[in-house]
Nanobody
Framework: QVQLVESGGGLVQPGGSLRLSCTPS????????MGWYRQAPGKERDLVVT???????KYADSVKDRFTISRDNVKNTVYLQMNSLKPEDTAVYYC?????????WGQGTQVTVSS
């Protein structure tokens, strides 16, 4: 079974940057979409960004122009570059891979934006 391994979370000051990484435990074929979700304390898990295998990308309004999803096909890794971070971005971030028959989730990585 495929596992998504996340890294890159941590504590950062407002206005700072972090880059999250997500690497499958083995190569995944026929992926329909990959993306990132986040869950703040006491909140439901919300969409951050999704990217389909045909290049369609959708960002949550709250992160547009600040966050960028990208993929390194050689390293088989998906990234979330987060710039101009705000305290409101504090949450556990989860990567996801969506296939026609299965959905895989990362273990989550904590992002805390605070002075």
């Amino acid at each position: 079974q495929v596992q998504l391994v996340e890294s890159g979370g941590g504590l950062v000051q407002p206005g700072g940057s972090l880059r999250l990484s997500c690497t499958p435990s083995r190569t995944i074929f026929s992926i329909d979409a990959m993306g990132w979700y986040r869950q703040a304390p006491g909140k439901e898990r919300d969409l951050v960004v999704t990217r389909t295998n045909i290049g369609n990308t959708k960002y949550a309004d709250s992160v547009k122009d600040r966050f960028t999803i990208s993929r390194d096909n050689v390293k088989n890794t998906v990234y979330l570059q987060m710039n101009s971070l705000k305290p409101e971005d504090t949450a556990v971030y989860y990567c996801t891979a969506n296939l026609s028959t299965s959905t895989y989730w990362g273990q989550g990585t904590q992002v805390t934006v605070s002075s």
